[in-house]
């Protein structure tokens, strides 16, 4: 049974290890010897916000509620015209313990990439203003980070895709799926929702877990992830919110204190391999 506080204060302190290009070989290497005893993954992006939205009529701004068809269109024409900056990934056993690698601390992954140019790449100012206060350099992600193309590669013989024994916990997660399905093919995502979903099955397997969808079924909580934390009564264990490690980290903590107080009779293993905003049942 995990603890009800799953960062008690006598644990081991959590580290952020930051990955750039010119660690991210040893980097995975660790992550290949750890996911067989270390298969719970949850993950976080960070990208260049919105630059396309749904079509509102002003004169009825709430006639219409978009079908998941529809998000997706709007989802894919944002994953295909944009670039992906952060990464971030928390590795946990079934019963919430982190990787220590032998150490006195425990550890969770932060991927910085160099494809986003803000001087030349389509984003959205106020999210790129944000991800600044936030601490994300974004020169130094362009002459240090890891070229997509070199981590996707590294991720398809990681053991974190493409494996069965893994369960991707995340929160509102479509756009971070599509990043990574963008990456991992190296082509503009499916035309059609069926095809993404199909495709993301593959790589990600079935047991794939959206705090936000799963929220519909519980009762009172609501917002984005700093809001259903707060909640929660779960802190913020490391780092800064809008940092994809940090983030990782905190939506794992969510996971687990969800599980505990709203899945003990009934499992959440019914609400697996259903994404946020694109429900397909």
Known sequence: MISEDPTPPTSKPIVIREVWASNLESEFELIRDLIDNYSFISMDTEFPGLVFRPPVDPNRPYSR????????????????????????????????????????????WEFNFSDFDVARDAHAPDSIELLRRQGIDFDRNREEGIPSARFAELMM???????????????????DFGYLMKILTRRRLPSGLDDFLRI???????????????????????????????????????????????????????????????????????????LYGLEVF
């Open 65 to 108: 509620k978009l079908m998941p068809s529809d998000h997706y269109l709007v989802l894919k024409s944002n994953v295909d015209a944009l670039n992906l900056i952060q990464v971030g990934l928390t590795l946990s056993d079934a019963e919430g313990n982190l990787p220590d690698l032998g150490t006195n601390s425990r550890y969770i």
């Open 200 to 274: 993301l099955r593959v790589f990600f397997g079935n047991k794939v877990y959206d705090i936000k969808h799963m929220m519909r079924f519980c009762n009172s909580l609501y917002g984005g992830l700093d809001r259903v934390a707060k909640m929660l009564e779960v802190n913020r264990a490391v780092g800064k919110c809008h940092q994809a490690g940090s983030d990782s980290l905190l939506t794992w903590h969510a996971f687990q204190k969800m599980r505990d107080l709203y899945f003990v009779n009934d499992g959440p293993e019914k609400h697996a391999g259903v």
């Open 157 to 175: 013989s990681s053991g974190l895709i493409c494996n069965d024994a893994v369960s991707w916990v995340t929160f509102h997660s479509a756009y």
